[in-house]
T-cell receptor, first 112, second 112 residues
Framework: AQKVTQAQTEISVVEKEDVTLDCVYETRDTTYYLFWYKQPPSGELVFLIRRNSFDEQNEISGRYSWNFQKSTSSFNFTITASQVVDSAVYFCAPLDTDKLIFGTGTRLQVFP | DVKVTQSSRYLVKRTGEKVFLECVQDMDHENMFWYRQDPGLGLRLIYFSYDVKMKEKGDIPEGYSVSREKKERFSLILESASTNQTSMYLC???????????FGPGTRLTVT
C-alpha cells in the first residue's frame, strides 16, 4: 500500500519569496503515480500535476516546479516568486490502484 | 468544462436523522469517490464506485452507505447521523487507470 508524509504542517512566506513543499512517499510498487492538488480557501481541490515513476525529469509550469527523486522517495513542489493567490492547502497523493492516498497537507500562507 | 457538483455547500442536521449527500459528474467517468476531510487528518476515503451499482469500502466506511444507480450520480447516505460525522465531505470522479480525479466544491455538514 502507498503512504505519504507531508512533514510541514504550515508554512508562511512573504510575497515574492520562493517556497518548497516537501512530500515523501512509501511504496513497494515498481510502477506508481504521484499527484499534487491545491485546495484554496473556497474548498475545491484543484489538480496540479501527475507524475509516473518512469519519468524522473523535473517538471516546470510557470512559477511551479516539481522535483521527483526516486532515490529519496520524494516529490517536492516549489513555487517561485510566491503570490498571495498561492495561499492554499497543498496535498501530495500517491495512487493506490485507482485510489488517491492523501497526506495531511501543507497549509501555505503568502503574506503581501 | 469538467464539472462535479454537490447538492449542498452547507447542511445542518440533527442527531439520528438520515442524511443524503448527492454528487453528480458530467464527464462520463467510471469512477466516483466520497471523502471526508477533517483538520489535521487530511482526506480520508469513505467509499468509492467503479461502475453503476458497484461500490467498494474505503478506509472509514462505518456509519455510511452509498448508492450508484446511474453512472453520473453517486450518493452518500448517513443512516443515522451522529455528531462525530460533522465534517467536510468531498466527492470526486475520475476515469479508469492512473488519471487525475476531479473534485466537487464540498459539503460542510454539521450534526447537532
Amino acid at each position: 500500500a502507498q503512504k505519504v508524509t507531508q512533514a510541514q504542517t504550515e508554512i508562511s512566506v512573504v510575497e515574492k519569496e520562493d517556497v518548497t513543499l516537501d512530500c515523501v512517499y512509501e511504496t513497494r510498487d515498481t510502477t506508481y503515480y504521484l499527484f499534487w492538488y491545491k485546495q484554496p480557501p473556497s474548498g475545491e481541490l484543484v489538480f496540479l500535476i501527475r507524475r509516473n515513476s518512469f519519468d524522473e525529469q523535473n517538471e516546470i509550469s510557470g512559477r511551479y516546479s516539481w522535483n521527483f527523486q526516486k532515490s529519496t522517495s520524494s516529490f517536492n513542489f516549489t513555487i517561485t516568486a510566491s503570490q498571495v493567490v498561492d495561499s492554499a492547502v497543498y496535498f501530495c497523493a500517491p495512487l493506490d490502484t485507482d485510489k488517491l492516498i492523501f497526506g495531511t497537507g501543507t497549509r501555505l500562507q503568502v503574506f503581501p | 468544462d469538467v464539472k462535479v457538483t454537490q447538492s449542498s455547500r452547507y447542511l445542518v442536521k440533527r442527531t439520528g436523522e438520515k442524511v443524503f449527500l448527492e454528487c453528480v459528474q458530467d464527464m462520463d467517468h467510471e469512477n466516483m469517490f466520497w471523502y471526508r476531510q477533517d483538520p489535521g487528518l487530511g482526506l480520508r476515503l469513505i467509499y468509492f464506485s467503479y461502475d453503476v451499482k458497484m461500490k467498494e469500502k474505503g478506509d472509514i466506511p462505518e456509519g455510511y452507505s452509498v448508492s450508484r444507480e446511474k453512472k453520473e450520480r453517486f450518493s452518500l447516505i448517513l443512516e443515522s447521523a451522529s455528531t462525530n460525522q460533522t465534517s467536510m465531505y468531498l466527492c470526486a470522479s475520475g476515469g479508469q487507470g492512473p488519471v487525475e480525479q476531479y473534485f466537487g466544491p464540498g459539503t460542510r455538514l454539521t450534526v447537532t
